[in-house]
């Protein structure tokens, strides 16, 4: 099991949006009504598809090398990322406690309001990365 994959994608340009396919991960077939969103919703399924293979045990096969993809007139050969340690640690809701120091007056605010800090550190964490929830 590795942390870090790079597989080839074909993203292929249609009437109502993209359409998504890897060569070397058969059924993870996403897509999406522009580039940007192609782009995240391939390595969302990327990561998805992956990590059920890991789960159920199959063998993850090496990415076809990029210049022996063969692409069609409105096709595109992109490269798909997926770092699988936080994605693993998220699919089994793990929690990890951490400790932390902040000014007392600080603790005093939150805690007379009733603050939940593991929420608001999550939250505060999740918008700094620019992570999906």
């Known amino acids: 099991m590795k942390d870090h994959y790079v597989f080839p994608a074909i993203f292929e340009q249609e009437d109502k949006g993209i ?5 070397d991960l058969p059924g993870c077939l996403p897509c999406a009504g522009d580039l940007e969103t192609a782009l995240s919703n391939a390595k969302e399924a990327m990561l998805l598809h992956l990590f059920g293979m890991e789960e159920d045990g199959e063998e993850i096969p090496e990415p076809t090398p990029f210049d022996q993809i063969q692409v069609g007139k409105h096709q595109t050969l992109v490269l798909v990322e997926a770092y699988m340690p936080p994605f693993r ?8 406690k951490k400790t932390l120091s902040l000014p007392s007056w600080i603790n005093a605010e ?8 593991s929420a608001v550190l999550q939250e505060a964490l999740v918008e700094k990365l620019r992570l999906q929830k």
Do not use: C
């Open 19 to 23: 359409s998504i396919e890897f060569p």
């Open 89 to 96: 640690a998220k699919q089994h809701k793990r929690f990890i």
């Open 110 to 117: 939150a805690e007379h309001a009733g603050i939940n800090f």
